[in-house]
């Protein structure tokens, strides 16, 4: 028993029959005793019409209206479910954001929460209505409403977990949290636990079972999430469990009983492209010159290896980007020839970035260097690589992903036993 | 130049395309100098998909969550026609019902409008902003969405514009109010003006032009409405004139400049049914005793006669009522056959009601049997009558209902010269 909220995304809520499924759920977790609030996607297809629409209406169109279009989304789910929990018996009522309300600052289509007043809800919870609350936005300043970006129907699930002392149960169309991408690696294991950490590192490196702000915002008002998939049975007996345990991956504080595994999985990501500027005359403020005007084109630079000639006169300065920038970079880059002074551009879109995360990394050595020999084994060059507390990153060539991914999950005793 | 308010339904507004030709009648009349609001519908198809989910989810629903669903159809609409006016360099907003807002009671699904706070969007309107209104919504006094029900459009575009002292033009599929339905009347033509009082008839008769609530509320408030179409031509030269008149009929207060027809229309509705009592034992009270529960049951009477037999111990009553309730009041009068003391129950669907509508008839007498005499002579029987100052009707069998139609819109000489 206690306070839950339950988020389903756009697949889940598909359809009037899929809804139905999502209120068994939800029917089992207040039988079960809790106080329960939902929040929901919008009906899978239903923001790529709306979407659609906009674009038609105007390629270039005022983000205000957009937002007032698409949050219609949520909405519609929202009232449809709650129809359907009091049809099976639950009080439910729906709510949209601007009426709890949710608060946010004024960036259309992709604000970020200030405020959730979390009071009324709260004392209709104690009396035992479910709250159905159409995720994804919010209003504004401006008294319009707002949307978070897309995806961001789980970040609103935490943030109203966070402002009711709620742990947050995300419900998705895989059931955890895995050691690797169970498409590439037969052998991938679910994990029953993740600390936010590992779980930001794997979101931020292309990982698409949470999103990335979804995880910044549990971290830090400490929420318990859990990833688990809708499309289990409800009444299956494999359900949450009083210990804190249940059917999907717990994603939460690191803690002495986890276990105690140095690296928890490997992800990778394919939307990568790497840029080359031959000989550039190394002169301080170089580094400032070329990364400073990419930074005020809105394009993040991750990556960055820089190699010095045996004079010190030049330097070759590679790193990588999102591979929808690499245009953009190149117009960039390219306009500022003479004033960074460089002979040549290169780039190229097929290179990929594989990484291997772990917070017992902190602890232990010799988890790069096994990284490194493993792909060697294997024959997989290594073009650059970051490393960060808990995780190392190497970029290779795009056609090894797999074979690099499968590799390391087996160097690093990740296989199923 | 003045200030308007211009509607458009859900046909006028089915996909983007047909929203860009509405942006440009809004364009010509923002170029001619006025302020202006626009009501919108939701796009044709939309608001029955959502009606069709909330039944889904289930058959008997809170009309609370069936508003916060069938609202989002005119959500959508006005932030698409706010987008595209844009595009073309209009100013623009779209407005939901709670940010006006447009406060309603709290019959929620048939909500009628208490006020209209229009003094924000008035001052954005003479900046040259033009306010977006999603129709057919308010919000009530649980600060929960309302919609007003079906056709509720028109009513709210009347209610903004009494509320900001506009005149209103209501965009349809016909480009006006005729002297009867078109598709059964080939000499029929389209009135230039018409009084509200005939149109509230018409409307009550079984026009579907213009929604009954929407003409009354026009009255109420002395809005100058128009009928016109949204099909025609946005640049055609066939416009709005300073003089009030446009290219579709205005419904107005009656003046003396109007023409001086004495019948301005023929109605019809095939709606009807009819019912008849046999042998009522005929007793102070009895009359109350039948209509009474059968108000009761939300079934409303239309015409009745009544013939007390010669030596006035017993009465044959005969009523019309709406066909869909026919079954509903047939019940409720077979429960209390013994309290009534009727002998017995006769009941017809095969009925239709034909109007003849004209404030002449005030000053004009023979009106009436002019009507009698025209059907007579084509042997159609009359089954009931009802009068009122401006209009009389008649039960007709429903297979001469074209046949009655014709033949009247001839003997008032309303068939085009």
Request: with cysteine; hydrophobic share 40%.
């Amino acid at each position: 028993m206690g306070r839950l909220v339950m988020k389903f995304g756009g697949t889940s809520v598909a359809n009037v029959d899929r809804i139905r499924n999502v209120a068994r759920h939800v029917e089992r977790e207040v039988k079960a005793g809790n106080q329960v609030a939902v929040v929901v996607s919008a009906m899978a297809g239903t923001t790529n019409q709306l979407v659609e629409w906009c674009k038609q209406a105007a390629p270039m169109h005022d983000a205000r209206e957009y937002d007032a279009v698409v949050a219609t989304g949520e909405q519609i789910t929202a009232g449809l479910l709650a129809i359907v929990l009091q049809e099976i018996g639950i009080p439910a009522r729906s709510w949209s954001g601007w009426q709890i309300p949710i608060e946010t600052d004024g960036v259309h289509s992709a604000a970020r929460m200030t405020n959730i007043n979390g009071a009324e809800i709260l004392k209709r919870m104690e009396q035992g209505q479910v709250a159905v609350i159409a995720g994804f936005q919010g209003i504004g300043p401006d008294k319009r409403i707002t949307t978070l970006g897309r995806g961001g129907s789980d970040t609103s699930a935490v943030a109203v977990a966070a402002a009711l002392k709620a742990s947050c149960d995300i419900y998705t169309d895989v059931d955890g949290v895995y050691t690797a991408d169970p498409r590439i690696v037969t052998g991938a294991r679910k994990l029953d636990k993740i600390s936010y950490e590992e779980m930001l590192e794997q979101a931020s490196l292309g990982a698409k079972v949470l999103h990335l702000r979804s995880v910044e915002l549990a971290m830090v008002y400490n929420v318990p999430l859990q990833v688990r998939s809708s499309f289990e049975a409800p009444d299956s007996p494999n359900q949450n469990k009083p210990d804190g345990t249940g059917p999907g991956t717990i994603v939460c504080q690191e803690e002495k009983s986890m276990e105690q595994h140095v690296v928890s999985g490997i992800a990778y990501s394919r939307d990568e492209a790497k840029i080359s500027l031959r000989k550039v005359k190394d002169k301080p403020g170089v580094s400032a010159g070329v990364f400073g005007p990419l930074a005020e084109a809105d394009i993040s630079v991750d990556m960055i290896v820089q190699n010095v000639s045996a004079d010190g006169a030049v330097a070759d300065i590679t790193f990588t980007l999102p591979r929808k920038d690499l245009r953009k970079a190149i117009d960039v880059l390219e306009k500022l020839k003479d004033q960074i002074g460089f002979q040549d551009i290169t780039h190229s879109a097929d290179v990929a970035k594989v990484s291997v995360v772990g917070i017992g990394m902190r602890s232990h050595a010799g988890v790069a260097s096994k990284m490194f020999k493993s792909l060697a084994d294997k024959g997989i060059n290594i073009q650059a690589i970051t490393t960060s507390e808990i995780k190392v990153s190497v970029l290779i060539d795009e056609a090894y992903t797999e074979l690099a991914v499968r590799a390391l999950h087996t160097a690093y005793g990740l296989d199923k036993a």
